[in-house]
């Protein structure tokens, strides 16, 4: 299994960037949750968004943590096997790496504790500043 992350990049707050993550080994909605985890500088990792998806894809379920909530969507494209990020909105306090991973569940859990990682893809830096 591989996760292969990428878009990050220096952006003034304010504006958007979109996130890639590039799944391989597993077909996608099947076998695992995926999820988006970032880790700023002096902080521990934390759960930003996870997708359990389904077949239709009309019962995906998806879970933000609060700091990102109204800001940030995931989603999918089946075809691609490529799970995406789209940032808006961005802050100074959104710097962080950011992880792509497959997990064994998106839950509230997951969010809050960033545990249940299967597989980690590497990380891609995203610097928000003016």
């Known amino acids: 299994v591989q996760l292969q992350a990428s878009g990050g990049g220096l952006v003034q707050p304010g504006g958007s960037l979109r996130l890639s993550c590039a799944v391989s080994?597993?077909?996608?909605?099947?076998?695992?949750?995926i999820a988006w985890l970032r880790q700023a500088p002096g902080e521990e990792r934390e759960g930003v968004s996870c997708?359990?998806?389904?077949?239709?894809?009309?019962?995906?379920?998806?879970l933000y943590a609060d700091s990102v909530k109204g800001r940030f969507t995931i989603s999918r494209v089946n075809a691609k096997n490529t799970v995406y990020l789209q940032m808006n909105s961005l802050k100074p306090d959104d710097t962080a790496v950011y992880y792509c991973?497959?997990?064994?569940?998106?839950?509230?859990?997951?969010?809050?504790?960033?545990?249940?990682?299967?597989?980690w893809g590497q990380g891609t830096l995203v610097t928000v500043s003016s």
């Open positions: 991973a497959a997990v064994l569940f998106c839950g509230e859990n997951f969010i809050r504790d960033a545990k249940g990682v299967a597989y």
């Open positions: 080994g597993f077909t996608l909605p099947y076998y695992y949750a």
């Open positions: 997708m359990n998806g389904s077949v239709s894809g009309s019962e995906d379920t998806t």
